[in-house]
């Protein structure tokens, strides 16, 4: 678990959003291995921590930027809603606003 990830599922907790039934690390698809940080699976969200975006890291690439673009095309097909937040959101406490208002839908 990142340092962020650890922040949101503290914020997930203060906020009470874990009442309506949460997983960390959830796997989704039936037959790859992908895996969300966070998801609520009896309404379909899924929360994605993308951190070191301003680092020339993994999902900062051409090959990267691909694969993230399969795993989360692939979610959609199979009903997912899938929002994708950066540490700043996490900070602000955006990120806990979205989700709650999301799973109010």
């Known amino acids: ?7 949101l599922a503290l914020q997930i907790l203060q906020c009470r959003l874990q009442r309506n039934f949460y997983a960390r690390q959830f796997k989704f698809h039936p037959t790859r291995k992908w895996k969300f940080d966070f998801a ?5 969200l899924a929360v994605e921590v993308d951190g070191a975006i301003w680092a020339n890291g993994r999902h900062n ?3 990267g930027i691909l694969a993230d673009m399969e795993k989360y095309a692939e ?3 199979l009903g997912w809603r899938v929002l994708r937040i950066a540490p700043e959101h996490i900070k602000s406490g955006q990120a806990v606003n979205w989700i709650e208002a999301l799973l109010k839908q």
């Open 61 to 63: 690439r051409g090959p």
């Open 75 to 77: 979610a959609m097909v």
């Open 40 to 44: 609520w699976p009896e309404q379909n």
């Open 1 to 7: 678990m990142s340092e962020h990830e650890g922040a």
